[in-house]
Every structure is written in structure tokens, then in C-alpha cells.
């Protein structure tokens, strides 16, 4: 037997052991979680819609609702022991406490969008604190702010600042159903961001329950703790409440373009020119690409959103990128509240309470992501088409940086991913079936492997929000520096080494983790 099969059947023999004794205590241990959570419920008669054993008959409908990936609603897929849906903020407390005191984990699920389950899925006994009923949101427009709930959806935040107001917006993504609280934990790109920075830039305070129960906000967190949870993800921290956010002005009009050409039509040639001048661009302007294959052809996308009007959305475009042939019958002026409509597939005259819905669809997939510091050559580009062609269900999203993003510090925030990137790319990939599964994160993966040569080095960089298990995981108990330093580099560069110290710091005994947590340091070593 050579060293690789001895550990492969150790590490098998381990998880057996392993999953044995979890099956014999965390009975024991749930039901410990449920009799110290019922003890801290004010009304003991709301306990029945606030914890959702497995026995309930709402206990399926509500784990499922939030499952935005497809390929963890199964029967293989672990399950919580119970769900908490809290009310208000106290109940959180209680959960934490109770969790901590019965040795069981937690998952925080704002939105149910991360990429690999880790909100709601886990290797070892646990529950989930599902915010959903934590989503009140707040306008002020005489002051330019906003608190909203860490259960609220980027859809219900942009609703309720164009129900206050036609020309503020925030800047955060474009997909309607994602959750406010682990978004803007991790950073936060969207359609202004190039003129705003990311949503995680705009946030003024928040509100966090740590590994003590306690609430804080910025001013008793202290500025560590309040660096961290801006792009560094919350849950390594504790349970994100809710945040302030700076609203931002946006004109009465704006302007959406969209040109689609296929290769045969000089994709390729558009794509090289667009490389070197989408994070030079005003910062007014936002021009993307999505790159995707069907009939057995390649087809680029270039969308843009300028903050103003036509005439001056195709003078801008055509003056920096001619090659385009932009015209104005390729665009169309609407207000910035129709744009978010617009972003997230809908018409921009259907009705504002569209973006009030949670779920919108889901499918398998698996997705990655890369940041490109130089054009990627034409020979790179052939040889990226023939392996899209591979599976017409991918695709490729090209984000433009630049403008704002340029202009703030790499230690500003624990995002890292600022000045000296062109652009971040999101691989995606998606499929109906999973008997599929393997088929499809195999094709991600060779995709992943052959733009290793054009991406960001020493090291590749990575995006938290589009997380990737691939790049590595934690163990199942405290993971060393080292260990976790193999995908933290990755997603938080130079900034990782401050975010373990902050960590170690807050939550020493290292409650709040999961397969991509921020590590503590071991003893004695900081």
C-alpha cells in the first residue's frame, strides 16, 4: 500500500468514526440547543414558530426556499438540526449563546446565494439562524443613509430607496435575490461601483451579535473588528444584524447600451480592444463583457450603464471604443431604478414589486472567479473559445475595475482586489440534471486550469462572493495558518494575515467557522 491510499482509507476511516459519533451526541446536543434557547424566548408559546425541529411540517419548506443552488437539494446533503427564524435581535443572542453552550454550530443564511452551500450546509452537527424575518429597511433620505436588516434582499434595498427616491441608488449587485448581509460582507460589485466603490466601501456602521452574545455596533466592535467585517465575510465573526449604507446620487436619467457579436462577426478583435480601455473608461461609465457559446459559436455580450443621458453615452463609447460601432438605437435612456430592473433580466417596465420577490430561479451550477492584471493575448482567446464550445450552458462575466476602485488603499477595507486589476472575471457554469454534476464541475475545473497563464499570480486571486472550494478548505476542527493561508491568500492577499489576527482576537476559541472561515492563530504564535 503506497503513502496516497494509506491516507486516503485513514482519512475515510476518520470521517466514518467521526459521523458515528456525531450520530449518537448530536441528538443530545440539539435537544440541549432547543431547551437553553426556550428558556431565553420571552413567550414561550412563539417558541413553535421560531424553532423548526426536523419534525416540523415547515421545517422542509423553509430549508429549501433559500437553496439557491440546486446541487445541495438532496437527500446526501446534510441537514440542521433545527432552524431558527428569529423575529428580532434578542433571538439571535439566544441562539448564539445556546449554540456555544451545546457545542453545536451554526449557519447564518441571509439570502442562501453562497456558491458552495456553506450557509446553510455543514460537515458537522449544526443549526441554522435563517434572518428572513430580520428584514426591515429604514430610508433617510435627508441624511443620504440607510439601515437595512441582514435578511433583506439587494432587491427589497434598491425598492424601498426608489420608493423614498428617484436619484439615489446604492452600489451593490444585480441580482435581486441576494442577501444584504453576506453580500456586503464580502465586498459588493456592481453596476457603479467603478464611481462609488463596492457596497462594502459605503458602509458607514452595522450592527453584529459576536461570540458573546453581545450586540455591537462600529463604535463598541472597535475599527479592527469594523475593517474586517467589510469584506472579509462576516460569518468568520459573528452574525452580521444589520448595516448603515451610504446612499449614493444617481441622475433622473441614465443610459443602458447593449451590442452582441459573434466571433464570426470580430468578437475576438472587440474583445483584445476592450481589454485594454473598460477600467480606463470614465467612471461615469460601466462597460462590461459576457462571454458565452451557442450553435457552436462564441458570442460576446458588451453592456454598458452610463450615468447619463444617451447623447452622452454614445459620444463617450464611441470616442473611446469605435470599433464597437455604437449607435444610439442600441441604447435606451431610463431611470436608474429601471437599469436594476434592467441588470436582473427584467423589462424595465414591469412593476417595482418584482424586486420584492426572494427566489427568482435556480439551477446546478458551479462558478469561479479570476482577476486579469494584462489583456489576455488573441492565441489565449482561440484557445478559450474551443474550450467553451465544450458546454453551451457556460459562460464568462467580465467586470471592468478602474475609476473608484483605483483610488482606494488595499488595506481601506479587507477587500484587497483594487488598483492594478483590468478587470474580474465569474466563470459559470449550469445544467437541469444532477446525474450531471460531476460532467459539468469537471468541464469548470479544465476551463479554470487553462487561464492559470493569463490571470493574477503569486496569488491567483479569487472573489469571496463567488467562493470556490476548489481552492481549499479548512479541517474539521481549528485549521493552522498554513492550511487556511493555501485559499485565504487567494481570496484576501496581504490582507489575510490582519483578518487572522482579528479573529483570534474576537472569537479566540474559534465558534463561528466553517470549511472557509478566517482561522485563529494557535497558541502563542500572532
Sequence with gaps: MNMETFHVKLFSLLFILLNSVWSTTSTSNSESFVQCFSSHLQNSNSSNEIILPRTSSAYPSVLDFSIQNLRFLNNSTPKPAAIITPFDESQVQAAVICSKKSGIQIRIRSGGHDYEGLSYVSRAPFIIIDLFNLRSIDVDIKNECAWVKSGATLGELYYNIAQKSKVYGFPA???PTVGVGGHISGGGVGTIFRKYGLASDNVIDAR?????GRILDRKSMGEELFWAIRGGGGSSFGVILAWKLRLVPVPPTVTVCDVTKTKEQGATKLLLKWQNIADKLPEDLFLHSVVGSSDNSITVEFGSLFLGRVDKAVQVIQENFPE????SS?????????????????SIHESLEILLKRRQFSYFFKAK????????????????????????????ILTPFGGKMSEISDSETSFPHRKGNK???????????????????????????YMAPYVSKSPRAAYLNYRDLDLGRNSYGNTSYAQASIWGLKYFKNNFRRLVHVKTLVDPGNFFRNEQSIPVYSSGKK
Design 330 to 346: 442600441h441604447c435606451s435612456e431610463m431611470s436608474w431604478i429601471q437599469s436594476v430592473l434592467d441588470s436582473a433580466g427584467y
Design 208 to 212: 453584529i451579535v459576536d461570540v458573546n
Design 324 to 327: 464597437l460601432s455604437l449607435e
Design 423 to 449: 478587470y474580474e472575471i465569474q466563470y459559470m457554469v449550469t445544467w437541469g440534471d444532477g446525474k450531471d454534476t460531476k460532467k459539468y464541475i469537471g468541464f469548470m475545473r479544465r476551463l479554470y486550469a
Design 173 to 175: 449587485g444585480t441580482c
Design 369 to 396: 472567479s479570476d482577476f486579469v492584471t494584462e489583456p489576455i493575448s488573441e492565441a489565449g482567446l482561440e484557445g478559450l473559445w474551443h474550450i467553451l464550445l465544450e458546454a453551451n450552458t457556460s459562460f464568462m
